[in-house]
């Protein structure tokens, strides 16, 4: 394939001509994965070049901006195009994504085998946690609403968010997102409107498999809390502290399995970590109307799962699968706000919860016995 035509952009020629390294510090993806995205973008989801501008060209804007938060007067600069022309073809290519999401945010077809391929957690866990087949949590991104309608999207941080709820696989893929409730709403609603709305496509595990979810949403049939308690920790973070071996150690049944859950809970936090950190639009969201900012966030979830189904050797996902991965984006964006009380629902199922609650109990006492 040959890069170069007449009426590409400079900019543009230069990164497909250089090395990765360019490339990825603009687009934060790497050149294979570019061109494979750009040619699935024209070829199955309506993105067209025009007179003036190639598709490489309409890709790499929207690209820049979403990588760097950039403004539209600093892509001005750098591709030579009035404002007016990059936010049409912004909208364009974010169009495009958006149908693309469609078929790229979705579990596998056979979800409910099973974790497949990449484990939740260090082998030695896997026994455990076996009908395990991913994890599920709430996160916010900041949000940029017209004075007067900021009020419901002001949450505990006292700025505007998007609260989005999502599902990961163990490949760090997003299988499921509902994005754009307002910062102030409580994850367990969220959780349960998703329970309860068919046209959501909610992907709901069968029989025995279940998501790990954290305490603050509840423990039912397919969604496996770790154990709540003053006395009992819960994050790997707690596990940590102490000065001897002995008092950093798991105590007791429940801690042991609190430790073994947020290790392999620990999927979804590294996968909002690599999104979150290659998208600096997501800290600091421009001043599009709102549906736009929620389209955006589809956009940069439906490119992270492409990045990952497409490419092996991506720098920031290679760095995730370190087991002593910290993400580095700000922490309390990747909190939500939780109630822990029980529903209609809930209490509707109380005894299947209660066997819920059982299984679990017999999961904490093998691990204890082990």
């Known amino acids: 394939m040959s890069y170069i035509e007449t009426n590409w952009n400079i900019f543009i020629q230069e990164i497909l001509h250089e090395n990765e390294t360019r490339c990825y510090e603009n687009f ?8 494979y995205l750009s040619k699935d973008l024209t070829d199955k989801y309506g993105l067209k070049p025009t007179r003036g501008m190639s598709v490489y060209e309409e890709l790499g804007m929207f690209l820049m901006i979403c990588a760097h938060g950039a403004g539209n007067r600093l892509v001005q600069e750098i591709f030579q195009h009035s404002g007016e022309t990059i ?20 579990p596998h077809s056979s979800y409910n085998d099973g974790a497949g391929d990449h484990k939740p957690c260090n082998q030695r866990y896997l026994p455990f946690f076996k009908d395990c087949i991913g994890a599920l949590d709430g996160t916010h991104v ?14 505990r941080k006292g700025y505007p968010t998007q609260n989005i709820l999502a599902v990961v696989d163990f490949n760090m893929c997003f299988t499921f997102a509902w994005f754009g409730w307002e910062g102030a709403a409580h994850d367990n609603r969220i959780f349960g409107e998703a329970l309860r709305s068919p046209e959501l496509n909610f992907s709901h595990p069968s029989g025995d498999k279940y998501y790990l979810v954290d305490a603050g949403y509840s423990h039912i049939k397919g969604y496996m809390t770790s154990y709540k308690g003053d006395n009992v920790r819960y994050h790997l973070a707690n596990f940590r502290r102490g000065a001897t071996r002995q008092l950093r150690a798991p ?5 042991m399995f609190n430790y073994l859950h947020s290790s392999c809970r620990n999927i979804v936090e590294r996968t909002f970590g690599v999104w979150k950190a290659r998208w600096s639009i997501l800290r600091d969201m421009p001043f599009y109307h709102i549906d736009t900012q929620r ?12 990045i990952r189904k497409k490419c092996k050797m991506d720098n920031a996902f290679q760095e995730a699968e370190n087991e002593r991965y910290v993400p580095r984006v700000d922490p309390d964006i990747g909190r939500s706000t939780r109630v822990n009380v029980a529903d209609e629902e809930n209490i509707e199922n109380q005894g299947d919860n ?3 609650m059982a299984i679990r109990d017999l999961i904490a006492q093998d691990i204890y016995d082990s």
């Open 142 to 155: 900041k949000a940029r609403l017209p004075q007067g309608q900021e009020i419901p999207y002001i949450g």
């Open 295 to 306: 389209d955006i966030v589809l956009a940069t979830m439906t490119i992270h799962n492409y």
């Open 87 to 106: 936010h049409r073809h912004f909208h364009s290519v974010l169009k495009a994504i958006g149908k693309l999401a469609r078929d790229i945010i979705q």
């Open 28 to 35: 934060r993806l790497r050149k294979s994965v570019f061109l």
């Open 354 to 356: 209660n066997i819920w």
């Open 251 to 255: 105590n007791g049944h429940k801690e």
